[in-house]
Nanobody, 123 residues
Framework: QVQVMESGGGLVQAGDSLRLSCAPSGPIFSDYTVGWFRQASGKEREFVGFVMWSGRSPVYSDSAKGRFTISKDNAKNMVYLQMNSLKPEDTAVYYC????????????????WGQGTQVTVSS
């Protein structure tokens, strides 16, 4: 059974940086997709980006492109979401999830989810 755990959220000021960590465990194969999503209060869940479990081919949403970077540490089996130049509109609960579908960007295609970590960006 695949399990997912995120960490690293917190309260930061606009313009700051924050790195979220994701620790998937269990039977995960190189063509699985590890995605990041976020959900702001009162809004629908939003795709942020993903990376293949192999560490290759990161893909980003338009809102994340240029400010966020997703990477994988193959030695530690950790996936990171580096967020720079944070804005108040980035405030949300951020989720890491694992999909058995290569290149999945829809939440419905992710079977395994973490509990989420809160990121709050003050202006």
């Amino acid at each position: 059974q695949v399990q997912v755990m995120e960490s690293g959220g917190g309260l930061v000021q606009a313009g700051d940086s924050l790195r979220l960590s994701c620790a998937p465990s269990g039977p995960i194969f190189s063509d699985y997709t590890v995605g990041w999503f976020r959900q702001a209060s009162g809004k629908e869940r939003e795709f942020v980006g993903f990376v293949m479990w192999s560490g290759r081919s990161p893909v980003y949403s338009d809102s994340a492109k240029g400010r966020f970077t997703i990477s994988k540490d193959n030695a530690k089996n950790m996936v990171y979401l580096q967020m720079n130049s944070l804005k108040p509109e980035d405030t949300a609960v951020y989720y890491c999830a694992v999909s058995q579908i290569r290149g999945a960007y829809r939440g419905q295609n992710y079977a395994y989810w973490g509990q989420g970590t809160q990121v709050t960006v003050s202006s």
